[in-house]
């Protein structure tokens, strides 16, 4: 019973790190597209303004 409830709680903990590990990457895939898009906005307005800074 009690190697039961060790493995009971092994595949929990490594669920629980599973689940945290997706829903960040999850987040983080979300905050790169928007940085993406933010990027893409910024270039085109520069290269429609044309304005070269250097």
Excluded: D, E, Q, Y
Aim: aromatic share 10%.
């Amino acid at each position: 019973m009690n190697i039961l409830l060790a493995i009971i709680a092994i595949v929990a903990i490594v669920l629980l790190f599973t689940g945290g590990f997706v829903a960040s990457i999850h987040w983080l895939l979300w905050v790169g597209i928007v940085l993406l898009v933010i990027a893409v906005i910024v270039w085109l307005l520069r290269v429609i303004t044309g304005r070269r800074t250097r």
